[in-house]
């Protein structure tokens, strides 16, 4: 009667045992888990190129400005010495 009931019990639960119908879960769990931590490693590194950029082009416009700030002082007129 043990077969008969083994038997029974693998058609109906498919052949699977309690512990191999999880595996499919926990494998979609991690590979989830996986995803997130990649897309959060892929948005780390793009915040900081993105930071990187802005500090440049800050430092391009600061010199911009001080180019702008001298050319203007230069084209004053009153800062020339008067040819008399």
Partial sequence: MGVIRKAAK??????????????????????????????????????????RALQEDEAYRHTDLQEVAEEEAEAVPWNRPADS
């Fill in 10 to 51: 693998i058609l109906t639960l498919g052949g699977m045992s309690e512990h191999s119908r999880h595996e499919p879960q926990a494998a979609a769990a991690k590979a989830q888990t996986e995803r997130a931590e990649a897309a959060a490693k892929i948005a780390k590194e793009q915040a900081a190129v993105i930071a």
